[in-house]
């Protein structure tokens, strides 16, 4: 039962954490690994900087009062690929190259080669960092490489540290895991569970013989509702490496969301103990617990601070629930939900962000000291960190009362919404009849997504504007000069639906942010987002207002040069928020709507200004669904209520377009359909435009871009090829409601090869219409 604690409890509350950011203070890591890359650093300076950079986080941390810093957490590109290596599980592929030098072997996984695709990446459970993809098939035979597990053990003990060993655990491993290239049908990894385990035993006997006393298997997948087959392949797994006669103490750690049905398969394991979070809708986590009788003769480590965003945590709570979950478990002790790898390094860097502001903010450096202070109040009560809960206490009274986060004519407008604002009031038959009066366009008409490519004058020109080597006037020229040339092509290529190409974006949400009062930017707030790619997000801090038209004026100017129609471009609600670390002080819902009214003004400008067609971006909707399937309704809901809220304000005769990346839509079909968009252009030349397939089952009745010229790849599609794709989409969609176009925006790719795809893609269009002039 809850015991209030006191100067006398036994077993006292230790302060850790589950991981760190790797890149160093100023991302030493990136230059070190890009350099080794370049052939301007050698392996061995590689190695010291990296031992370096642990060496330096384990200092900060101990120095800051963590009692128990974590070990095997870094990475030099990834962590999931690292466990790949550790079970031996190399794609057939890549063995020779890993077998000549394990280091060019390890980042030929990561990047490829000029012969060899890299591993596939994609997003770690829905956060912004993507891991590489284990490859796994029936003839995977794992084997036990433990050097980097144990080596960074190793340092860590050397250095006077007591140290926790952190690794991806099977079961997670196995399920984050694809069917290797050859695999049979259906084949799942998770049926090599039986071959994993004794690689894993192998693992934590290492780590014992290196002088681990507990070793922490992160199992994050079991916050998905997974089937019952799963739950007892975990049973199964922490049941045997349980019983292993050599091995370190475990502890089973999963995070993102609530544990749900894998409680009590943890429980009931011999495990001596659990990590757990408790923020967000995990803090389900507290009564589940409780109700299931907590965890007796386990240590607990409570992640009662939100280890994925970046504002202080209430202490004063964490406290409240610290306490509760003392008496529900044998020892407890006190970290960040999860790996702070996916927050910035340390907030009082930041040192252009106005401090009545920066008080709000905790960043990894900040978290690792809330956790010591809650933990110190926890063992010696609340009264010796009296002046901690002060100050929490204030900065957090600062914020809610603060005109930023609090801004009546916002508030107001927000809570005036009503159904009707976020409905288009004409049905979509009646929009589309007044559009092509209105656009007069030929049938299957060509467009492509936004962006043109980035090339190296247009981010030379931005840095030497940064830098003050060129003023405002002469970078407007330069954008002023890629527009016209952007639009001259596409004229001249014969597309039917112009962009002015996006060369003044640097970031599709980082562009719209700027503008946006509530915004903060960051000056040091750089996330991994894979490999050696960081990201700064916008910090949506306030309440969101828009004190000016963000994109009219490039619009207006891209439209003078043309008689075709040029589409507006906008980042979606959704997206805006996905990208950037929300507020923690309401739901998301509220934030979404006020970025919604925001965007709507921006609409509402556009077509003031003449602009026919507005295509307002959402590759985050589906990444952002919740982990747990009973949370996706009502994400959902308020998701595309806010996406319809950004569009319903516009004329009948204004053609409403939305984006979205990612091949499976299968999950959320119906979202699509309650965007209630004119045209949505998808990613599909990949897989053959199975999302039309997908869409016409399941009864879509607006236009669709299927994706024709698959951007991921520098190769260009000939015409028939192309035209092929199209006549298959036309299998699926009438020929009055299809559209072509590439897969996703062009920014990232070379002038020569768009050029060319993009004369082809206008070149299969007109063949198709001919052959249906034609009668065939
Ligand atoms: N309009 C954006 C572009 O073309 C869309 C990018 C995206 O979907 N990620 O770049
Ligand atoms: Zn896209």
Known sequence: M????????????????????????????????????????DAAALHDTAAALRRDAW?????????????????????VLDTTVMVGAVPERHRAAVEADALDGYFAMARGTQQLPPLEMTKWFDTNYHYLVPELGPDTAFTADSTKQTGELGEALAQGHAARPVLVGPVTYLLLAKPAPGAPPGFQPLTLLDRLLPVYAEVLSDLRAAGAEW?????????????????????????????????????????????????????????????????????????????????????????????????????????????TLLGLADRVDVAPSCSLLHVPLDATAERDVDPQVARWLAFARQKAEESVTLARGLNEGSDTIAPQLAANRSARASRAASALTRDPAVRARAAAVTAADARRPQPYAERAAAQRARLGLPLLPTTTIGSFPQTRELRTARADLRAGRIDATAYDERIATEIREVLAFQDKAGLDVLVHGEPERNDMVQYFAEQLTGYLATQH???????????????????????????????????????????????????????????????????????????????????????????????????????????????????????????????????????????????????????????????????????????AAAGYAHAVGPGVYDIHSPRVPDVEEIAALLRKGLAAIPAERLWVNPDCGLKTRGWAEVRTSLEHLVEAAQRVRAERAGGQ
């Open 2 to 41: 809850a015991t209030h604690p006191t100067a006398f409890t036994a077993v006292r509350a230790r302060a850790t954490v589950h991981g760190y950011p790797r890149q160093g203070p100023g991302r030493e890591l990136k230059k070190a690994v890009e350099g080794y890359w370049a052939g301007r650093v």
């Open 59 to 79: 200092r900060r941390l101990a120095d800051a009062g963590v009692h128990e810093v974590p070990t095997g957490d870094f990475s030099l590109y990834d962590h």
């Open 215 to 323: 070793v922490q298997l992160d199992e994050p997948a079991l916050v998905q509702d997974q089937p019952p087959a799963v739950l007892n392949a975990a049973a199964r797994a922490y049941r045997e490496l349980g019983g292993l006669a050599d091995r370190p103490k475990l502890l089973a750690a999963t995070y993102f969301d609530r544990v749900g049905d894998a409680l009590p398969v943890l429980a009931k394991s011999p495990v001596e103990g659990l990590a757990l979070d408790f923020t967000g809708p995990a803090a389900a986590n507290l009564d589940a617990l409780a109700a299931a009788g907590g965890l007796p003769g386990k240590r607990l480590i409570a992640g009662v601070i939100d280890g994925r965003n970046v504002w202080i945590n209430d202490l004063e709570r964490s406290l409240s629930t610290l306490a």
């Open 525 to 695: 707030g750089w996330v991994q987002s894979y490999g050696t790619r960081y990201v700064r997000p916008p910090i949506l801090a306030g309440d969101i207002s828009r004190p000016e038209p963000m994109t009219v004026a490039w619009t207006a100017y891209a439209q003078s040069h043309t008689e075709r129609p040029v589409k507006g471009m906008l980042t979606g609600p959704v997206t805006m928020l996905a990208w950037s670390f929300v507020r923690d002080d309401q739901p998301l819902a509220d934030t979404a709507r006020q970025v919604a009214l925001a965007l709507r003004d921006e609409v509402g400008d556009l077509e003031a200004a003449g602009t026919a067609v507005i295509q307002v971006d959402e590759p985050a909707l589906r990444e952002t669904l919740p982990l747990r399937t009973a949370d996706r309704a009502e994400y959902l809901a308020w998701a595309t209520e806010a996406f319809r809220l950004t569009t319903a304000g516009v004329r009948a005769d204004t053609q409403i377009h939305t984006h979205m990346c990612y091949a499976e839509f299968g999950d959320i079909m119906a979202a699509i359909e309650q965007l209630d968009a004119d045209v949505i252009s998808l990613e599909a030349a990949r897989s053959r435009m199975q999302v039309a397939d997908e869409l």
